[in-house]
């Protein structure tokens, strides 16, 4: 996997937009960005993934730069139950098993 | 439409027993991946695994752990004679290939050893 680097935590207003960067510099072609949250003792639950193009879902936005080097997760109005560990992941498709190693993410904190 | 189901959720054993976690995998996944959570770190992998086949085992211990995925029934991770260092949570994924659309995860297995 290419290794991402992510801040250790952020602080968020609650309705206000969260911005969750990632840096993935040594990423693949053939390397999607996924990103996935661990809300206190929960299992970690899928969010979104990329590869070149913007994305979004009912959860949130991806935005990955064009050189592919990074990528920025938006909440778009962050709510008290956003309040979780936020993890960016290099993941290829169609490579075959590749072991998937979880960072120590971001640690967003939604404030009222 | 069930997702990745373990058991038991929380598990307490002394100190010596054996401890049995279960992982059924989501419907129309054939793969599973176990991982360790200690208390307030990340996410550590463990094992991969395919129905009757350990692919990748790089993240065991090397002694009183061990993994399956028969070719009926769930996952099992097994951990016998249980240290309080065993104490943690452990979470199971699945997934549809090993070209992984992403995975799955488990509400996870809370350990606890006394």
């Known amino acids: 996997d290419a290794k991402t680097t992510q801040p250790t935590s952020m602080d968020c207003a609650e309705g206000r937009a969260a911005n969750l960067p990632c840096n993935h510099s040594t990423i693949s072609g053939n390397e999607y960005v996924y990103w996935y949250r661990q809300i206190h003792s929960q299992g970690p639950q899928y969010i979104i993934h990329?590869?070149?193009n913007n994305e979004t879902n009912e959860m949130a936005s991806l935005i990955i730069t064009e050189d592919r080097k990074s990528s920025t997760l938006i909440l778009p109005h962050a709510t008290l139950r956003d309040t979780a560990v936020y993890y960016c992941?290099?993941?290829?498709?169609?490579?075959?098993?590749?072991?998937?190693?979880f960072g120590t993410g971001t640690k967003l904190q939604v404030i009222p | 439409n069930a997702g990745v189901m373990q058991n038991p959720r929380h598990l307490v054993r002394r100190r010596g027993q054996e401890a049995r976690l279960r992982c059924s995998p989501m419907?129309?996944?054939?793969?599973v991946y176990w991982y360790r959570q200690l208390p307030e770190e990340g996410l550590k992998f463990m094992v991969y695994l395919q129905k009757e086949n350990i692919i990748d085992e790089s993240g065991m211990p090397k002694e009183r752990f061990s993994a399956e995925f028969p070719k009926e029934g769930p996952s099992i991770l097994r951990i016998q004679q249980v240290v309080r260092g065993d104490s943690a949570a452990y979470f199971c994924a699945s997934s549809r290939g090993a070209n992984n659309y992403g995975y799955t995860f488990g509400s996870g297995t809370r350990l606890t050893v006394v």
């Open positions: 992941i290099a993941l290829a498709v169609n490579g075959g098993y590749q072991k998937v190693t």
């Open positions: 990329g590869l070149k």
């Open positions: 419907k129309g996944h054939s793969h």
